[in-house]
């Protein structure tokens, strides 16, 4: 049977309360396409790009970019980024064990949280990267090279494995090599992921503040992702606080309590506030006061000067 755009479920998300999030997002097979700049095909349909509408995609779907970028959300803090011109098959999307095939172009994966029984592979041209650790990790297809910013994978080619830590690249043209590269140089597609984790990880303070709305909670359980209106995107909120490789940090309701409540000098009174040594200065306010997001995050900066459509949060199959 031909697949076709049309057999991607889409999900719609709305504020249905005061609070205004939805309940969980991911599915326990499958994840969703959060995010697109400019021409991104699913199974060679064009994806449009509409808010709210986020297309969840299946085993053995297939991403393509031409000028482009798409971030994809998997499991509760497994996010993906892919560049232009670049072919990705999706392998497995349960969310105990993704794994992913990168055919051609480039794709940054930020994995935040690992848990004992997540299972993350990478695969391009007979290698096989098995995410061991939290991190930062970068495959590029056509350059036949792994590179891990930060964390620990375990790359297979050849019937040789290697064991590569912070700051090593290991290269799969003919056979299994590894050296060193300087994690602080970055090109377009790396100031776009580290942008887009500034982000998610405002979204994701934004979100475990709603939630918390002042109330004393006990416990968080889980990890989630949610829809946050106030940002037009989805959040990750973690059972403990993590923070990436970016710097950026992502919150829950009960940690966000320190950032926006505290306690004055000689009382014993929480009283609502805001601690800005704790907050994210990663989009200044405008002129008006209000916050910078959106006009920041639509047009490409200069840091990334290519010809392509305003990004949107979601998308629908044209």
């Not at 939805?22 to 326990?28: D, G, K, L, R």
Request: charged residues 20%; contains cysteine; positive net charge.
């Amino acid at each position: 049977m031909k697949r076709t755009a049309s057999n991607i479920i889409t999900l719609f998300f709305f504020a249905v309360s005061s609070v205004g999030f939805a309940q969980q997002v991911i599915p326990a097979k499958g994840g969703l396409i959060h995010y697109t700049e400019g021409k991104v095909l699913v199974n060679n349909q064009l994806l449009e790009p509409k808010f709210g509408v986020f297309p969840l995609f299946k085993d053995s779907d297939q991403i393509q970019t031409g000028q482009g970028r798409v971030e994809m959300l998997f499991g509760p803090g497994l996010f993906l980024r892919m560049g232009e011109n670049s072919d990705l098959r999706v392998v497995s999307s349960k969310l105990l064990n993704t794994e992913l095939e990168l055919r051609s172009g480039s794709i940054i994966v930020e994995y935040v949280e690992n848990t004992k029984n997540n299972v993350v592979v990478l695969r391009c041209k007979n290698m096989t990267a098995y995410l061991l650790k939290n991190g930062l990790y970068r495959l590029d297809a056509d350059l036949t090279r792994f590179q891990v910013y930060k964390g620990k994978a375990k790359v297979e080619f050849g019937g040789k494995t290697i064991f590569a830590g912070k700051g090593k690249q290991v290269n799969f043209n003919g056979a299994l090599t590894v050296g060193k590269f300087n994690v602080k140089i970055e090109d377009d597609l790396s100031l776009w992921s580290r942008r887009r984790a500034g982000y998610l990880a405002m979204a994701s303070l934004s979100a475990a503040r709603s939630i918390y709305g002042g109330r004393m909670l006990t416990s968080w359980r889980y990890s989630d992702w949610l829809w946050d209106p106030y940002f037009g995107m989805m959040a990750y909120l973690p059972f403990r606080n993590y923070c990436g490789f970016y710097g950026d940090c992502y919150w829950n309701p009960m940690s966000a309590v320190t950032v926006f409540r505290s306690t004055p000098p000689g009382s014993s009174v929480i009283t609502p506030t805001y601690n800005p040594n704790l907050g994210y200065a990663t989009v200044p306010a405008t002129s008006a006061g209000t916050s910078g997001t959106i006009s920041s995050s639509s047009p490409p900066s200069a840091t990334a000067p290519i010809s392509r459509d305003p990004g949107q949060a979601g998308g629908k199959p044209k």
